[in-house]
């Protein structure tokens, strides 16, 4: 058997950094049909949105018994209208997942999530996500657009059908569901497609330049009535001092160029160039740092205390072993 | 009341509190945290103030000022913008905890007790420092001040507290002068029950105090030259002592020996002090003086340098052989009824200038401690007296700390006589630390220098540790006072002298004296 180098695995990664392959992929998602050709091209900045909205989750392993775990999540809504956010932080949402606790959780989650579908916390923060979302939309003002912190594909265990109904009550509406993905898994010859891209714009529009390309188009089990096909991804960089290109997933209907000019707008932040604005808030809202884990713990700790769970018994399920172990 | 931030952490002696992103926020501020809890009002002093931001990550404000300065390089200002900058920074003061008033607000105590956390920091009302007033004293120097603020609540010292040493504390430019003066002004106004002896090297006080509305009956000028007003100050050389020459020059050891020789030698004859100085200055043979006189013991150049300066010193145009002449009797009485005596002494050299102070502040320690000594009712009604040197560092250095020294003695001594030094110097840390810590009453004006507002630190009698950076950037006629009797060194705009003379009301009308009536006399 070779050995697994870490020179050959170097070689072998420069290659595919440096290889100039054109095959367009997404390791994470089979489902997108990509454009024949991707080219970058000018964008102008227009006006920010009358309204926006942001939503982003969180999450966090409060306890650990390996077989059993207890999570947090919640996502955390902003509205953003005349240059101020209002914030709505989202109710921490607690679950236990393991040792078959997560057939209840899934039972409860809606969505047409089956309730046999398998349950982690990367569902439970998703499932939080859209909820919220399917909140904003309903409460957004017609022309409005609904920034989601990610792309517009949930979690595969979230039925598109589902989704489908979310885009075309928000088309209804008026509203524009826009997502924002700030570390993308495409790929253009086995290299990150969007630092690719960054580079032949630079060299093509110049170094300050704001740009966007079409990339791919996916789902077509989600179409929207009224035309359009299903969701369209492209990836924008939208400031000239953006650090980073995103990728944007769109409404396969929507005026992609246009609703970037708008996004655009929003996205002058000087903390942030080059992403709006109100999805920073909504992130900021949504994270669950430690000091929030520690006190949703204490919490558990004072119903344990008062139920009569033996502190042993605390002890011996959520001792870190490998803490132990390693403090001989 | 409007809230100017929120306390949210720190200890007992210290809090930090958060404030809006606009708000002007001063070194040196006084603000009070409205404790709801407990009804106390905390005083705080803002010892600095920085920034703050909600966002976490490391080198977030750099990030933005970066972005920022890039749209002005390219002349593109106003390309990026911070949303929500009120929302996403602030400003956060640290303070220290003066202390807090009690909610009757009768009482003000030193703190040692946390405010409740997220107490409203707001402006200080004029009730917040009615406290002060008991504690401020009879010589007034100024208005309170907060930050840059100036408060309508005037400031000052004890006049007793003159006994207890006050040192001015200033680089060039500060208001040390004009602070002088304001004193000066209130000793006048104190109706005898002080007395001020205010030496002046650069004839800068002369003029100025003689504008005050009660010069004509408190102020007496004495002065080297002939000026207009002034009595003339001639100092007996009967009245001096070696101990004067010491103080005031800079001697060898074999120097020194060749003092007392030649003062043993001279004693013979009866005269008093330095009355010899006139004699052995037209001595013409100084080698036959020496070998017959002095038995060989003096060597002669070392003799030569005594003699040089004995001829310097009976030259002196202040300087008298008649001890009838001398102003030493005089500036003792008009000390005693509580005036304000300015030796005007420009003209001089410097060491002849510290003759002179030395002469006369022995002269005021002699008579104020006999009278303490041997007649304990005369000295009860005694003003207090304090003698005021300019560029004290150079009688009050570590290394002019001799048994000789008069200045090092009052300090030591002097309090209980009622007599004390008021030492104006722009170099406090050339003083000496241990007679530094003598001095009760602290006036701090700008210091740049680090070294002096170091020892000032380790010397003053309240904790002014944290105010560093505050005395660094005090302005002109601001200063921190510090002593025993306010519960904290308090910050202080010193008024103009000119506005003092303006605003002072006239002396009052001498008490009518009902005319003897002779008649009665006569049989």
């Excluded at chain 2, 931030?5 to 009070?32: H, I, S, T, W, Y």
């Excluded at chain 2, 009698?461 to 510090?482: F, H, N, R, W, Y």
Aim: aromatic residues 6%; proline residues 6%; glycine residues 8%.
């Amino acid at each position: 058997m070779a050995t697994a180098s870490l020179a050959v695995a170097a070689e072998r990664l420069a290659v595919l950094l440096t290889g100039g392959g054109r095959a367009l992929s997404d390791p994470t998602n089979t489902d997108l049909v990509f454009e024949a050709a991707i080219a970058p091209r000018p964008l102008a900045r227009a006006a920010a949105p009358d309204e926006v909205w942001a939503v982003d989750g969180g999450q966090a392993l409060v306890a650990d018994a390996r077989c059993l775990q207890l999570v947090v999540t919640r996502a955390a809504r902003v509205r953003f209208r005349d240059g101020e956010c209002v914030e709505y932080e989202g109710e921490l949402q607690a679950r236990l997942v393991g040792c078959g606790e997560e057939r209840a959780v899934a039972a409860d989650l809606g969505l047409d999530i089956r309730p046999d579908a398998a349950v982690d916390l990367n569902l439970l923060r998703d499932r939080e996500e859209w909820v919220a979302v399917e909140q904003c939309v309903a409460e957004a003002e017609r022309g409005a657009v609904v920034l989601v912190d990610g792309d517009l594909v949930p979690d595969w265990r979230i039925p598109s059908r589902w989704l489908k109904g979310l885009l075309e009550r928000a088309a209804a509406a008026g509203v524009t569901l826009v997502g924002v993905t700030k570390r993308s898994s495409l790929a253009r010859g086995g290299a990150p497609l969007l630092g690719q891209l960054e580079l032949e714009a630079e060299a093509a529009l110049g170094p300050r330049s704001m740009w966007w390309t079409p990339v791919a188009r996916t789902r077509p089990d989600v179409d929207v009535p009224g035309g359009g096909a299903g969701i369209q991804v492209v990836a924008a960089r939208l400031d000239p001092d953006a650090r980073f290109a995103f990728r944007v997933d769109l409404p396969g209907d929507a005026d992609a160029e246009q609703v970037l000019s708008a996004l655009a707008g929003l996205s002058d932040d000087a903390a942030f160039p080059g992403y709006p604005y109100p999805l920073t808030v909504a992130d900021r809202l949504a994270a669950c740092p430690g000091w929030l884990r520690d006190e949703a713990w204490l919490e558990v700790e004072g119903h344990f205390d008062r139920v009569g769970v033996p502190y042993d018994v605390r002890e011996r399920a959520f001792a870190d072993r490998h803490g132990l172990m390693e403090r001989f | 009341m409007e809230s100017r931030g929120r306390l949210f952490g720190k200890n007992v002696l210290e809090g930090v509190f958060r404030a809006g992103p606009d708000e002007d926020l001063f070194l040196g501020e006084l603000l009070v945290a409205v404790d709801e809890a407990t009804g106390r009002r905390y005083l705080f002093r803002i010892v600095d103030v920085t920034y703050g931001s909600e966002h976490r990550e490391p080198g977030w404000a750099e990030r933005v000022a970066g972005t920022l300065l890039a749209d002005d390089d390219r002349g593109d200002d106003g390309a990026h913008r911070l949303y929500e900058q009120a929302r996403r920074t602030y400003r956060v003061a640290t303070c220290r905890c003066l202390g807090y008033l009690t909610p009757d607000g009768l009482e003000f105590r030193k703190p040692k007790s946390l405010p409740t956390q997220f107490s409203r920091v707001v402006a200080p009302e004029p009730a917040d420092f009615a406290f002060l007033r008991t504690r401020m004293g009879d010589l007034p120097i100024g208005n309170l001040r907060s930050g840059e603020t100036v408060v309508d609540f005037e400031v000052g010292i004890p006049g007793d507290s003159l006994a207890t040493h006050v040192g001015i504390f200033a680089t060039t430019g500060m208001g040390k002068s004009n602070l002088m003066m304001v004193l000066a002004g209130g000793v006048m106004r104190a109706q005898g029950r002080y007395g001020l002896l205010l030496v002046d090297p650069h004839g800068e006080y002369r003029t100025q105090l003689a504008r005050h509305p009660w010069a004509a009956g408190r102020l007496r000028t004495y002065s080297a030259r002939a000026l207009p007003n002034t009595s003339t100050l001639r100092v007996g050389l009967g009245e001096l002592t070696v101990d004067d020459l010491r103080t005031a020059y800079d001697w060898s050891r074999p120097q020194e020996e060749a003092l007392f020789e030649l003062e043993r030698h001279y004693s013979r004859g009866g005269g008093e002090g330095l009355s010899w100085l006139l004699e052995f200055s037209t001595v013409e043979d100084l080698p036959g003086f020496r070998d017959v006189e002095l038995s060989s013991r003096v060597a002669l150049n070392t003799l030569q340098v005594v003699h040089r300066r004995a001829r310097r010193i009976v030259e002196l145009p202040c300087v008298a052989a008649d001890a009838h002449v001398s102003v030493g009797s005089a500036v003792l009485r008009d000390l005693r009824e509580g005036k304000v005596v300015l030796i005007d002494v420009s003209g001089l050299g410097s060491t002849e200038e510290v003759l002179v102070a030395s002469f006369l502040t022995r002269k005021v320690l002699d008579e104020w401690s006999a009278a303490y000594l041997d007649q304990p009712e005369v000295h009860e009604r005694l003003p207090v007296v304090a003698i005021v040197l300019e560029e004290a560092q150079r009688v009050l250095s570590a290394n002019k700390d001799k048994e000789s020294n008069v200045f090092p003695r009052v300090a030591r001594e002097g309090r209980k006589f009622k007599v004390g030094l008021c030492a104006v110097t722009q170099q406090p840390k050339l003083l000496d630390g241990e007679l530094l810590s003598q001095f009760n009453t602290f006036f701090i004006l700008g210091l740049a220098d680090e070294k002096d507002r170091t020892i000032l630190r380790s010397s003053s009698k309240q904790d002014i540790s944290a105010l560093g950076p505050e005395i660094q950037t005090l302005m002109p006629g601001e200063c921190l006072v510090a002593n025993l009797h306010a519960p904290f060194a308090v910050p202080a705009k010193v008024h103009l002298w000119s506005q003092v003379v303006r605003d002072c009301p006239p002396p009052p009308a001498p008490r009518p004296v009902v005319p003897p009536n002779v008649a009665a006399l006569v049989d």
